[in-house]
T-cell receptor
Framework: AQSVSQHNHHVILSEAASLELGCNYS??????LFWYVQYPGQHLQLLLK??????LVKGIKGFEAEFIKSKFSFNLRKPSVQWSDTAEYFC???????????FGQGTTLQVKP | GAVVSQHPSWVICKSGTSVKIECRSL??????MFWYRQFPKQSLMLMAT?????????EQGVEKDKFLINHASLTLSTLTVTSAHPEDSSFYIC????????????FGDGTRLSIL
């Protein structure tokens, strides 16, 4: 069955530190990949998405993610985090055979000023 | 950007009552809408997928008669939790997507349902 795994459940960083959140999925076929962010008290918002082409995807607010097909991974990165990046981050995968969006468990990022 | 409005945002009701949650796409036509359930500190679990004008497709383990979904128009889907019980208390989130290729889902703010 299709599944998505986020390795870090809770990450605490200081401002200006670099961020990398891991995301691995299990599905051997074609996938679309997403990272969503949920700021406190707000709805899920799309950070970035990968459908095809360049595996290094740039999103909003300085975030980027790299799709490594051989590793079934789609890790999220940001070179320098800000306090305003404090939020819950969800990796999601849509498999071509089902069309369903499956979410990872989420990672809570806390950035200390 | 695309906006999805979900209403109500919070509802508290007695056990045995039915609760209806609305999900509207405000500035696009949502050919497909999705309903998720999120338990505290857990991920979003897909409950069902609904396409406008047709019956919803439920995920395994989700009771169709318990969670009634209607998607009668391109801008509105409703989820009715029938005869709600305390174990139905949860955070319910809808999302919507238009019919064009490579479009992401846009999420509503969610509805916190508390059954006493």
């Amino acid at each position: 069955a299709q599944s998505v795994s986020q390795h870090n459940h809770h990450v605490i960083l200081s401002e200006a530190a670099s961020l990398e959140l891991g995301c691995n999925y299990s599905y051997g076929g074609t996938v679309n990949l997403f990272w969503y962010v949920q700021y406190p008290g707000q709805h899920l918002q799309l950070l970035l998405k990968y459908f095809s082409g360049d595996p290094l995807v740039k999103g909003i607010k300085g975030f980027e993610a790299e799709f490594i097909k051989s590793k079934f991974s789609f890790n999220l990165r940001k070179p320098s985090v800000q306090w305003s990046d404090t939020a819950e981050y969800f990796c999601a995968v849509k498999a071509s055979n089902t069309g369903k969006l499956i979410f990872g468990q989420g990672t809570t990022l806390q950035v200390k000023p | 950007g695309a906006v999805v409005s979900q209403h109500p945002s919070w509802v508290i009701c007695k056990s045995g009552t039915s609760v209806k949650i609305e999900c509207r796409s405000l500035d696009f036509q949502a050919t497909t809408m999705f309903w998720y359930r999120q338990f505290p500190k857990q991920s979003l679990m897909l409950m069902a997928t609904s396409n406008e004008g047709s019956k919803a497709t439920y995920e395994q383990g989700v009771e169709k008669d318990k969670f009634l979904i209607n998607h009668a128009s391109l801008t509105l889907s409703t989820l009715t939790v029938t005869s709600a019980h305390p174990e139905d208390s949860s955070f319910y989130i809808c999302s919507a997507r238009d019919g064009r290729a490579h479009q992401p889902q846009h999420f509503g703010d969610g509805t916190r349902l508390s059954i006493l």
